[in-house]
């Protein structure tokens, strides 16, 4: 799979994005200093609503990387766009073809990316899901084998606050976490999950 992603093209939908939705969402960032200067990190938002990828994309300033479901990659012009807009297919039925996808990952890391997981694999609406530690622990484990740097995961608290007409929408980044040993990463997966319940409160 040929990967398209086009940071002028990501932009340009995140500016037409900002002034669409800039009547319905009005976004409130806090914790941008927790943000990694430098790439490569792994950032691990709240899930609760679809909206959650366009406030993720328009809250943190760099072109970000999405690890998504392979399902919204099976329409021909649908995964052309969405792999221009930074999207990384992710089949979680089939882990042999997760592995494949994960394939993406290196280069995209190697070249100091900001790549976003959803930590609960799906939408929670209420309250933070336990989340799910095996994409952690492969990228824990591309960590090692790439002789990457150690990868900072940065927990975000996403939080709608409904007005008269939309939301406001209070987006908070906590500060990284990490760990070398990819045996850790249930433990990481909690730690976040703990930390993603604290920022949203």
């Known amino acids: 799979m040929n990967y398209l992603f086009s940071p002028t093209f990501y932009r340009l939908v995140c500016w037409i994005l900002s002034h669409s939705f800039q009547h319905l969402f009005t976004i409130r960032v806090q914790g941008l200093e927790h943000?990694?200067?430098?790439?490569p990190a792994i950032i691990c938002p709240k899930h609760q609503r679809w909206e959650d990828i366009f406030v993720t994309a328009l809250a943190l300033p760099p072109p970000l990387h999405f690890i998504a479901k392979v399902e919204l990659f099976?329409?021909?012009?649908?995964?052309?766009l969405l792999l221009t807009l930074g999207g990384v297919p992710v089949d979680r039925q089939r882990p042999r073809a997760t592995l494949?996808?994960?394939?993406?990952l290196p280069p995209l890391l190697a070249k100091q990316a900001y790549i976003v997981l959803y930590p609960e694999g799906t939408y929670v609406p209420e309250g933070v899901g336990p989340g799910k530690h095996r994409l952690i622990q492969m990228l824990l484990k591309l960590q090692s084998r790439n002789g990457l740097k150690t990868l900072p995961f940065v927990p975000v608290g996403i939080a709608y606050h409904p007005r008269s007409l939309g939301y406001e929408v209070k987006v908070n980044i906590g500060p990284p976490?990490?760990?070398?040993?990819?045996?850790?990463?249930?433990?990481?997966?909690?730690?976040?999950?703990?930390?993603?319940?604290?920022?949203?409160?």
Do not use: N, V
Not at 35 to 39: D, E
Not at 74 to 80: A, K, N
Not at 100 to 104: A, E, G, I, N, T
């Open 35 to 39: 943000l990694p200067a430098q790439g």
């Open 74 to 80: 099976r329409r021909p012009l649908i995964r052309e």
């Open 100 to 104: 494949s996808s994960f394939k993406l």
């Open 177 to 201: 976490l990490s760990t070398t040993d990819p045996k850790q990463a249930p433990l990481l997966t909690q730690s976040l999950m703990t930390q993603i319940g604290h920022l949203c409160g």
